[in-house]
């Protein structure tokens, strides 16, 4: 089974040298690198939120296999769909799917469901794979999107995925697509922002989930982080860093209504 892509050609270049030159751009040359066991990562189109997202993954050593959960922004599938077989086709080459993580996940707990279509359309993931071929083009993906959950639901996925990551015996890294919030004055987007992003550093999932849904806080990948948060901090993570907070005004000039883009490692 071969997945399309959804959004070349409109959140990136779908000609591979054009997003080759693209990733060139946004992407620094020269940056040091910490082994990390999650990031969190936007994922509007690269006009907005590239630069963020190519500074964050700049700065960790990125493993070959690698599992990147995203909101469901389509409504389509199950609540915790992880696609567990066959490759996805990108601009920049075949990516494969690893089906052992795949199916240890599948095995861990029945809250995860093997389901290909809520990927069909959802660009959160999508958009992230070219900056990880950019530095792994040997890379292999575990994908999963993710519609609301209550934080117990979290709980069990993040504690499901740190079983299987410790169980596979080679370095994973977990990306947490997740763009800040969505359509409020920067002001205001700042403000909301800055209280999910003191919790993340704090390394505080429960807060995170508590924070942004009681202020109301359009974080879209809220599930996806808090789960990436759990499971890190099973695998021992110590320190979350913010590489760089933004937000869409930076690149339209609106600041009337911005959505939020933050970037972190998690380690």
Known sequence: MKREPAVAHQFYPGDPATLRHALDGLIPAASTKQKGLAVVSPHAGYIYSGAVAGETFAAVDIPQDIVVMGPNHHGYGAPVALMDKGAWSMPLGEVPINTVLAHSLL??????????????????????????????????????????????????????????????????????????????????????????????????????????????????????????????????????????????????????????YAGFVIS
């Open 107 to 260: 095995a861990q707990t029945e809250l995860i469901k093997a389901d290909t279509l809520a990927h069909r359309f959802e660009h959160s993931l999508e958009v992230q794979v070219p900056f990880l071929q950019y530095f792994r083009p040997d890379m292999t993906l575990t994908p999963m999107v993710i519609s609301h959950l209550s934080y117990k639901t979290c709980q069990i996925v993040g504690e499901a995925l740190a079983a299987v990551v410790k169980q596979y015996g080679k370095p994973v890294l977990i990306v947490a697509s997740s763009d800040m919030t969505h359509y409020e004055s920067r002001e205001s987007a700042t403000a909301k922002d800055s209280m999910a992003i003191q919790q993340i550093k704090a390394l505080n999932p429960e807060g995170l989930y508590n924070t942004v849904l009681g202020n109301k806080i359009s974080m879209c990948g809220i599930m996806p982080a808090t789960i990436a948060l759990i499971a890190a901090l099973r695998l021992g993570a110590t320190q979350a860093r913010l590489i760089r907070y933004t937000d869409s005004g930076e690149a339209s000039g609106d600041t009337n209504q911005v959505v939020g």
